[in-house]
């Protein structure tokens, strides 16, 4: 049985040997009883330490990715698909990371957690994207929101699937929309990685990405897609041209390999994958 959580029982450890010193000296007047102070002091450290003492424990022993979350990447996740078998322990181990380390949360009437296969399930494209860098939670965006339907926000005060807060390090994204994407990649535009990607541009600085400006004719060729149906998909009145390079790459690779193979070899290199999808 794996110990998934190392403070805990460090933690544990010091309490009991703080308990253990002030039972021994209890009835003895002439023990200074202050040892105990120390063991106490050291369990609020590692109390306050947590986190970060147990995301490096969990990456040095990271725990079996969850059966139903794997079998849904075998249907479901193509890209996962194209990995080689090391590429896909790695993505395996990071996506039980990520969902551990980000939080995860539906708006609505009353906010919830949401389960754990549905964090996965989002999980899986900002992991799938930051899988060949080594700041695999892709910076400091450590909120995702859900909406089951399109929704406003006050940056955006209209119906839209799909912002990435830069400032606060939020993501939100309408569930609809995404599922619809994942069920039914043909017919709608994925906007999962489209999130990822904006971060992921916004957050790792020393990449050099491919020029892609005026190349709304490729988008539409690569994607089946005019500019309007994309717009209309993700919500948004203007968008950078970046992630949905990113998006379609990730989800419609042989397509875009076949229209645009020079963009196509660039985008390799900075996600280098074993395989193409679609």
């Known amino acids: 049985m794996k110990m998934h959580s190392l403070s805990t029982v460090i ?9 253990g010193i002030f039972l021994a000296n209890y009835n003895d007047p002439y023990n200074d009883k202050g040892f105990v102070i120390i063991p106490v002091v050291l369990a609020a450290v590692f109390y306050a330490f947590q986190g970060p003492i ?3 424990w969990r990456e040095k022993y990271p725990r079996e990715i969850d059966p139903k979350l794997k079998a849904w ?3 479901y996740f193509q890209p996962y698909l194209t990995l080689n078998d090391e590429d896909k322990k ?15 949360q539906g708006v609505g009437k009353d906010h919830k957690e949401m389960p754990y296969d549905i ?15 080594k700041d695999y939670l892709i910076g400091e965006f450590d909120r995702i929101y859900t909406y089951k339907h399109p929704f406003p926000t006050p940056d955006h005060p209209y119906m ?7 400032e606060d390090g939020v993501i939100i994204l309408s569930l609809e929309q995404l599922t619809n994407a994942i069920l039914s990649p043909d017919e709608y535009y994925n906007i999962g990685f489209h999130a990822y990607a904006e971060a992921f541009i916004f957050a790792i600085k020393d990449i050099i990405y491919p020029d892609v400006m005026d190349t709304w004719s490729d988008i539409e060729r690569i994607s089946g897609w005019d500019k309007e149906n994309i717009l209309n998909q993700i919500g948004l009145k203007e968008v950078s041209l970046l992630p ?5 790459f990730l989800t419609k690779s042989a397509k875009y ?13 900075i996600f280098p994958f074993s395989g193409t999808t679609n």
Do not use: M
């Open 119 to 133: 964090c996965g399930i989002i999980a899986a494209h900002g992991v799938l994207i930051g899988l060949w860098q």
């Open 54 to 56: 147990d995301h490096w």
């Open 11 to 19: 933690i544990i450890v010091l309490l009991l040997i703080a308990g």
């Open 90 to 104: 790695r993505f395996e181990n990071r996506l039980t990371l990520y969902i551990e380390g980000r939080l995860f």
């Open 160 to 166: 839209h699937n799909v912002e990435v807060n830069t």
């Open 73 to 75: 990447l075998v249907q």
């Open 244 to 248: 949905i390079h990113i998006s379609l």
């Open 257 to 269: 390999r076949e229209i645009r193979p020079d963009l196509y070899e660039k985008w390799l290199r």
